[in-house]
């Protein structure tokens, strides 16, 4: 069975600073996909990064960067120039196209 | 373009009664997904439907319960409530099964007393 791995509870990070969160996971599968949603204290979940298994290329959205090792099975989340509306639970996905699994998030806290 | 549609946002129901959430999806997304979020579970798998059929179920007791409507709308149902129903569900849609973003909806918190 797949398995999605937080092992950060919780981080702060100061404004404008780089903050690195953590996230493996477990397959026997080759081809999948990988997500870091967002989940601000208002709830919405929302997509920061997606990743696909089988692209080598490390997934870019602005400010957002993921560091994706497919042998290591390892998909951390580096965001950059922090800012305080970054302030959420971060949770890791897995996804085989069968459904999406989640890791147990991270809580940042972004401080000024 | 309005985003996924969770009715209703809390709900205090009794323990032994059953209870409906509803879901209406994005325009034209297909694909409804179920999530139970707890502090100690963290978000774990429902049920997913795509086309009024359902593709998946997650480790969850026959009382859990759902299903999808022609127009993509998606209604779950716990029957016999327990405590440990007690929880935030999230409803995601998507435009196709697996890969592809998933849009949230602010969720249902459901309270049993």
């Known amino acids: 069975a797949q398995t999605v791995t937080q092992s950060q509870p919780e981080m702060s990070v100061q404004e404008a600073e780089t903050v690195t969160l953590s996230c493996t996971y477990d397959?026997?599968?080759?081809?999948?996909?990988l997500f870091w949603y967002k989940q601000p204290p208002s709830r919405q979940m929302i997509l920061v990064i997606r990743?696909?298994?089988?692209?080598?290329q490390n997934a870019t959205e602005n400010r957002f960067s993921v560091n994706f090792q497919k042998a290591a099975k390892s998909f951390s989340l580096k965001i950059s120039d922090s800012q305080l509306g970054d302030t959420a639970m971060y949770f890791c996905?897995?996804?085989?196209?069968?459904?999406?699994?989640f890791g147990t998030g991270t809580r940042l806290q972004v401080f000024p | 373009k309005a985003g996924v549609t969770q009715t209703p946002r809390y709900l205090i129901k009794t323990r032994g009664q059953q209870v409906t959430l509803s879901c209406s999806p994005i325009?034209?997304?297909?694909?409804v997904s179920w999530y139970q979020q707890t502090p100690g579970q963290g978000l774990q798998f429902l049920f997913e439907?795509?086309?009024?059929?359902?593709?998946n179920k997650g480790n969850f007791p026959g009382r859990f319960s759902g299903r999808q409507f022609s127009n993509s709308r998606s209604e779950m149902n716990v029957s016999t409530l327990e405590l440990g129903d007690s929880a935030l569900y999230l409803c995601?849609?998507?435009?196709?099964?697996?890969?592809?973003?998933?849009?949230f909806g602010q969720g249902t918190r459901l309270t049993v007393v």
């Open positions: 439907y795509f086309s009024e059929t359902q593709r």
């Open positions: 995601a849609s998507s435009l196709v099964v697996g890969g592809t973003e998933a849009f």
């Open positions: 397959t026997s599968e080759s081809n999948y996909y």
């Open positions: 325009s034209g997304h297909r694909s």
């Open positions: 990743q696909e298994a089988y692209k080598q």
């Open positions: 996905a897995f996804d085989n196209t069968d459904k999406l699994i």
